[in-house]
């Protein structure tokens, strides 16, 4: 028989800067909750984030052009 150990939630702020070539930073938050069961975490959690994302680039001759774009998301777990 499995029984329900704890109730947990969770919040978390989170960023990061030059993290790659196609991302320059992103900052976000999330939330999540759940119950644990024995051994394991059964939950869903919902969150946001921004990101400074590269989605083209092209190398010609001479010159370099990249062209970024700010996206947000919307992770869910």
């Known amino acids: 028989m ?4 704890s ?8 960023g ?3 993290l790659s070539k196609y991302t320059k930073y992103s900052i976000g938050a999330g939330y999540q909750s ?3 069961i024995e051994k ?4 869903a959690g ?7 994302a590269l989605y083209y680039s092209s190398t010609l001759i001479e010159d370099y ?9 919307i992770p869910l777990t």
Do not use: P, T, W
């Open 2 to 5: 499995l029984n329900a150990q």
């Open 7 to 14: 109730f947990n939630h969770s919040i978390e702020i989170n």
């Open 16 to 18: 990061g800067v030059g």
């Open 34 to 36: 759940g119950i644990q």
């Open 40 to 43: 394991f975490y059964v939950g």
């Open 46 to 52: 919902i969150g946001f984030r921004y990101a400074d």
């Open 65 to 73: 052009f990249e062209s970024r774009d700010g996206k947000y998301l």
